[in-house]
Nanobody, 127 residues
């Protein structure tokens, strides 16, 4: 079983920045030598949506149109950790952000293609 733990959420003013982290661990984690990771978010009353995703090598990244140019996804495989740097935050970025792992060499965009999920971390953008 793989566990994902997010951190870094909180309350920030519009225009501010936050950095989310997602640490992966588990007794069988070493079996998944190659995996993609993604960040999703879900706002109240809305469906969960992909924010950003990254391949194992980091060479392929995908972003939602609404966050392009403001958010950056990255990963450090030596630490089994993925990051989401969020800049120029807007009130509409307010949501619970979830980290997810896909046992795949490609980068899925649909949440059904991710195998493990974190518990989520709240991001609130408000003055």
């Amino acid at each position: 079983q793989v566990q994902l733990v997010e951190s870094g959420g909180g309350l920030v003013q519009p225009g501010g920045s936050l950095r989310l982290s997602c640490a992966a661990s588990g007794r069988t984690f070493s079996r998944y030598v190659r995996y993609a990771m993604g960040w999703f978010r879900q706002a109240p009353g809305k469906e969960r949506e992909l924010v950003a995703a990254i391949s194992w090598s980091g060479g392929i990244t995908k972003y939602a149109d609404s966050v392009k140019g403001r958010f950056t996804i990255s990963r450090d495989n030596s630490k089994n950790t993925a990051y989401l740097q969020m800049n120029t935050l807007k009130p509409e970025d307010t949501a619970v952000y979830y980290c997810a792992l896909a046992q795949s060499t490609v980068v899925p965009v649909a949440d059904v293609n991710y195998d493990y999920w974190g518990q989520g971390t709240q991001v609130t953008v408000s003055s």
